[in-house]
């Protein structure tokens, strides 16, 4: 009898551990593939989106799409998980599996932060993106901040591309001059991982006149003065908050028990939870990476590896690396990338590309193979 194998969200790992479970495995497993969404989106199309740059039904795939031998897709929402009988439940009906992996992503925290609801906007979800859509062409002056309201959160490097591609936007509109942009993170320079990609941020920031505020989260707004709060007790004006949302694991997964100050943990090289037959990847995770989509995607490739020597019953595979190449756009169509390796070495080490279009035509190449890997036969 083959191997049932039930995949617990469709993101970037959920969708690189279907297709190589497929590719290799499509004779010996069942795979259920489950997500309440009906089509996936690049994180990154949300600039796309806040932009104008693109539609949001060109950037969509849709999961009725996949052609992957031995994979099911079900549109359906998750509700309940008992990791310790690996058995699902959702709002149609429920699974039992023989390996259960959780890729549920993660999920934002608006109202942890007093007055953003009120008083912010976001481009994390693709709700805010849309929002800002309609809002940005009629904001033509004043102080915009994007701000970082709690770690961990999503892709270290967006809040800084958010604000580039700002920058460029308002030049581009002519209304530039009028407007002041400050980025505020947690750490002392825009991405620790690297010191050169940090400073190619930099150089642009102070070219273009965007304020970098380090060493600093926003705990709060007050919607009626327009000032944001910040963690060392001082504030700063705005007429227009970008916020980075406070992150948590899914309602679903806390309720399950696999959740340990805040997300699930795992073994750094095969990704197993503690319970038997439990991995998990991605952003779901505590795994000692940062929340990104390549990442999550490496983690999905090493539980393929790991899972398809099990169950061949032969081979050791190579443990999860914790790296993958993370791009960064600059404005003016460039694109920059850090080829990021967290766990492969003695200290985490993030090596440069600077900005080009030949990166950006390599970031777009990356969409596309993807989309053809996951989702084409
Ligand atoms: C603005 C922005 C820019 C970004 N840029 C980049 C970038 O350039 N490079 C990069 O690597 N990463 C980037 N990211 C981050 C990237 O999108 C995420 O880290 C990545 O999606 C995580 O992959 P994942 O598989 O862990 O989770 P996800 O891709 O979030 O997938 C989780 C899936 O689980 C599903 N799900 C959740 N709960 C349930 C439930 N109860 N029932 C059923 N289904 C459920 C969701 O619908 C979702 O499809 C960016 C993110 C943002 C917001």
Known sequence: MSTHIVI????????????????????????????????????????????????????????????????????????????????????????????????????????????????????????????????????????????????????????????????????????????????VLPWDMPIPVSASASQAILDRFAERSITFVPDQVVTGLDPAKKVALLRDGTHLAYDLFLGVPVHRVPAVVEASGLAVDGWIPVDRGNLATRFRDVYAIGDVTSAPVPKAGMFAESAGRAVAEHLIAQIRDGGSPAPFDGAAACYIEFGDHKVGRVDADFLTGPSPTGPFTAPSLETAQEKKAYAATRRQRWFGG
Do not use: H
């Open 8 to 183: 617990l969200g469709a993101g970037f790992g959920g969708l690189e551990l279907s297709s190589r479970l497929s590719s290799a495995l499509a004779d010996d497993v069942r795979v259920t593939l489950i997500d309440k969404n009906e089509a996936f989106v690049f994180g990154f199309s949300k600039f796309d989106l806040m932009f104008g740059r693109e539609g949001l039904e060109e950037m969509r795939s849709y999961y009725r799409d996949i052609i992957k031998p031995g994979v099911e897709f079900r549109r359906e929402l998750v509700v309940s998980i008992d990791p310790g009988a690996r058995a699902v439940e959702t709002d149609r009906g429920t699974y039992e599996a023989d390996i259960l992996v959780v890729a549920l992503g993660a999920d934002y925290n608006f109202s942890a932060t007093p007055g953003f609801v009120e008083s912010g906007q976001e481009f994390y979800s693709i709700d805010g993106a849309l929002r800002l859509r309609e809002l940005l062409p009629s904001f033509t002056s004043g102080a915009v901040i994007i701000g970082v309201l709690g770690e961990p959160f999503k892709c270290p490097p967006a809040p800084s591309e958010a604000a580039m591609l700002l920058d460029e936007w308002l030049t581009s509109r002519d209304v530039r001059s009028a407007v002041q942009i400050s980025v």
